[in-house]
């Protein structure tokens, strides 16, 4: 019979080879799903971005503290339909549009709307463009949302036919489409911005950081590629901070101390860039700032009351200047 030989054993080069080989693929792997998969799903995510599952379970109405309002709705250049509040004002004779966050809803701001109303001041509170009730679209962070504020301005102007002083009102991504409406509107009499970013690029390369903790390079190049891609516009062209130097109404800048997202260094700058013969920088200190955006939440009352005493400042100034 013939003698059964035993099977070789591998030599351990070989298997070094194997693991070498195993090694630079899933090495490989990591860098298209960093560079690649990552940053394509997160575009996905925020240009596609509606309104979260807790805020759309949420039923409160300007009725039901016991405010009068309107359902309205108007259409934006692009022609998204806009759903929205009007709360008509009172003894102030101005109207505040407010424009929410990203992921958010009007209600975001109802409570702050109406303690100004109560102050006086009237209300145009609105989904924005796929969020809400309002029509569908990609979401550009602030780009195209400045049609659906500068939208509210005209639907006020020339379909309500309103004769108040109109006031852009906005926080984190609303901040930006405010002051970028701002920018194109010369008939609005002043604005709030409260925690808006500086520009399309830096927020990008700031959040990864802050939440990736990696460097901006290249990753941001990429993500910004996939938004640019998929809401189809220019990122260049999303500049809080060039859109301010293009303001010319009164401005107040609004942050929370702790706001890791939107620090007060970025309100700052904003406000440095400001060429407003009248404008004013309020940060908001307390726990609650913590979270991105809650400037409010963590002093309602010495909010409202910064709040009111700007615009009382700025639409005083502006109807003077109306009335030469």
Excluded: C
Excluded at 197 to 205: P, R, V
Excluded at 212 to 241: C, Q, V
Aim: glycine share 6%; aromatic share 10%; net charge neutral.
């Amino acid at each position: 019979m013939a003698e059964t030989l035993a099977p070789k054993t591998p030599k351990p080069r070989r298997w070094w080879r194997i693991l070498k080989r195993l090694l630079i693929a899933a090495l490989l792997l990591l860098v298209i799903f960093v560079y690649g998969v990552l940053p394509y799903g997160f575009a996905r995510l925020v240009t596609s971005a509606g309104t979260r599952p807790a805020d759309r379970a949420l039923t409160d109405t300007p009725a039901t503290y016991g405010a009068p309002f309107q359902d309205v709705e108007f259409d934006t250049l692009d022609g998204i339909k806009i759903s929205a509040w009007l709360l008509p004002s009172r003894d102030k004779k101005a109207t505040i549009i407010f424009s929410h966050g990203l992921f958010r809803s009007r209600r975001e701001l109802l409570e702050r709307a109406l303690d100004l109303w109560k102050a006086g001041y009237g209300a145009l509170l609105y989904d924005s463009r796929n969020h809400g009730t309002s029509g569908a679209a990609r979401v550009s962070l602030g780009y195209y949302e400045r049609f659906d504020a500068e939208a509210a301005v005209r639907f006020l102007r020339d379909d309500i036919k309103t004769t108040d002083r109109l006031v852009l009102y906005g926080i984190s991504m609303g901040a930006v489409t405010a002051l970028m409406a701002a920018a194109e509107t010369p008939e609005v009499a002043a604005v709030i911005s409260d925690s808006a970013f500086l520009s399309f690029d830096d927020t990008i390369a700031h959040h990864i950081r802050v939440f990736l903790h990696l460097p901006a390079f290249p990753l941001a190049n990429e993500l910004r590629y996939f938004i640019e891609r998929r809401a189809n516009f220019d990122g260049n062209k999303l500049n809080a901070l060039e859109a301010v130097k293009q303001i010319h109404a009164p401005v107040l800048f609004i942050s929370g101390q702790r706001d890791k997202r939107m620090p007060p260094d970025i309100t700052e700058s904003l406000f440095n860039a400001s060429d407003s013969p009248l404008k004013d920088l309020l940060i908001v200190d307390g726990a609650e700032t913590a979270i991105h955006g809650h400037a409010f939440q963590a002093d309602p009352k010495g909010y409202i009351d910064r709040v009111t005493r700007f615009l009382d400042a700025a639409l005083a100034g502006r109807e003077h200047s109306e009335k030469k």
